[in-house]
């Protein structure tokens, strides 16, 4: 699989400052992006516009070669996930169940993961180099 962010950029339409300019990357398959910068400076506007959450002003989000705008949104969230930083929560799920329910793509309409959505779940883990985390609660970990 090949994303790739071509010309991003992006300003809210209430405010004349950019908050993006001509952002350009692309990651292969088995690459791992890191977006780092102090608080307030862009990376989850990045985040929300690669994935269409926010529209680009300019630029586009491609996945394998065709812009995600194009992707039919059920064939797009089977190919890529976005779990978004929530600061309180209610349900005390572990790591392995909130990778699990990335799932959800897959499923149809109430079916609950099978043993083999969590064998997925687990080898994204493993490929992040993050299984260690597996069963520790997200209500004790860093959003971040």
Known sequence: MQFEVKNGSFSYHNSSRTILKNVNFDISSG??????GSNGVGKTTLLKCMMGLQKWNSGETLLDGK???EIPIKELWKRISYVPQAK???FS?????MVTMGRSAH??????P???DEEVA???????GILWLKDKLCT?????
């Open 31 to 36: 690459e791992i992006l890191c977006v780092l």
């Open 67 to 69: 812009d995600i705008a």
């Open 88 to 90: 309180n929560s209610v």
């Open 93 to 97: 799920f572990s790591a392995l169940d």
């Open 107 to 112: 499923l149809g309409m109430f079916r609950q």
């Open 114 to 116: 099978t043993k083999k």
């Open 122 to 128: 687990i080898q994204a883990m493993e490929d992040c």
């Open 140 to 144: 004790q970990m860093s959003g971040g």
